[in-house]
């Protein structure tokens, strides 16, 4: 069973920046796709960045310039630095492994979820 284990999530005002950290238990955490997800309350999860094993990177449109995934695979970490924040951006923010080369599909496996929280 893989687990991933985020941090870095918190209380920011408008247009400040968090890093978001995805720490995966699973040695082969370099040959998958990874992801980011958010949920806000009532709704579905929504995806926010993925990055695939080779490097290839997708986003949202509401995040393009704002966001970027990163993963260091000697740490077995992802990482989500979002900067110039908005109320918007508020939900409850997931890491996920798709344990697959490309990110399609459902995320196999997912993390606890962090809470952002920006402050107009």
């Known amino acids: 069973q893989v687990q991933l284990v985020e941090s870095g999530g918190g209380l920011v005002q408008a247009g400040g920046s968090l890093k978001l950290s995805c720490t995966a238990s699973e040695y082969t955490f370099s040959y998958y796709a990874m992801g980011w997800f958010r949920q806000y309350p009532g709704k579905g999860r929504e995806l926010v960045a993925t990055r695939n094993w080779n490097g290839d990177e997708t986003y949202a449109d509401s995040v393009k310039g704002r966001f970027t995934i990163s993963r260091d695979n000697a740490k077995n970490t992802l990482y989500l630095q979002m900067n110039s924040l908005k109320p918007e951006d508020t939900a409850v923010y997931y890491c996920?492994?798709?344990?697959?080369?490309?990110?399609?599909?459902?995320?196999?496996?997912w993390g606890q979820g962090t809470q952002v929280t920006v402050s107009s």
């Open positions: 996920a492994s798709y344990e697959r080369r490309q990110a399609y599909g459902t995320p196999r496996y």
